[in-house]
């Protein structure tokens, strides 16, 4: 199973980014699939997640400014970011799990400029 982030980069505050997350040797059913994210000298935390059946979760300081969906016939995961703020900015990881197995993709750094 391999998963390969794509889509980070720079941009300014009140900004967009999508980020993409390609899952190969795996499908889509019964899976949750989502983004944690790593600043420097923090934590990673979790941001947002979906399950194969739709279910959607974000963390508190990104609702109503990001949204995920799937892909499930080119097993692709997007993370819509709109009105970015600098505090977004870390390393976003995208993670996978079915049943009691998880992957984790490399990451993709965003940098948002204030």
């Known amino acids: 199973v391999q998963l390969v982030e794509s889509g980070g980069g720079l941009v300014q505050a009140g900004g967009s980014l999508r980020l993409s997350c390609a899952a190969s040797?795996?499908?889509?059913?019964?899976?949750?699939t989502g983004w944690y994210r790593q600043a420097p000298g923090k934590q990673r935390e979790f941001v947002a997640e979906?399950?194969?059946?739709?279910?959607?979760a974000f963390t508190e300081s990104v609702k109503g400014r990001f949204t995920i969906s799937l892909d499930n016939v080119k097993n692709i995961q997007y993370l819509e970011m709109n009105s970015l703020k600098p505090e977004d900015s870390a390393v976003y990881y995208c993670?996978?799990?079915?049943?009691?197995?998880?992957?984790w993709g490399q990451g993709t750094q965003v940098i948002v400029s204030s």
């Open positions: 040797g795996i499908g889509f059913s019964m899976i949750r």
């Open positions: 979906i399950t194969s059946g739709g279910e959607t």
């Open positions: 993670r996978l799990q079915r049943s009691n197995r998880e992957y």
